[in-house]
């Protein structure tokens, strides 16, 4: 079982960044990726970014390209998600996803909200 722990959420200012953390613990023995998704209030949970925890590549939903990005400290086992000019639409609860294989469904956090106001 993996255990999953977000942090650095918050209320900020449109134009402002945040830095988000998700800490693993627990079988962690391998990783082979961490996500980040996030749910906007009255939508659907929707993909944000994901790391390869072998190589460190990135992947990214097309509309944050450049806003938003993701790296890891593989020592801590921790993922963040670096966020920037933040809009109001970026408002909404972040969860960050863990993935043993390429086969493993994942293990997900309890999320940290983001509220961001214009």
């Known amino acids: 079982q993996v255990q999953l722990v977000e942090s650095g959420g918050g209320s900020v200012q449109a134009g402002d960044s945040l830095r988000l953390s998700c800490a693993a613990s627990?079988?962690?023995?391998?990783?082979?990726?961490m996500s980040w998704f996030r749910r906007a209030p009255g939508k659907e949970r929707e993909f944000v970014g994901s790391i390869a925890w072998s190589h460190g590549g990135t992947y990214y939903a097309d509309s944050l390209k450049g806003r938003f990005a993701i790296s890891r400290d593989s020592a801590r086992n921790t993922v963040y998600l670096q966020m920037s000019s933040l809009k109001s639409e970026d408002t909404g609860v972040y969860y960050c996803k863990h993935r043993r294989t390429s086969s493993d469904l994942g293990s997900w956090g309890q999320g940290t909200q983001v509220i961001v106001s214009s």
């Open positions: 627990g079988r962690t023995f391998t990783t082979y990726s």
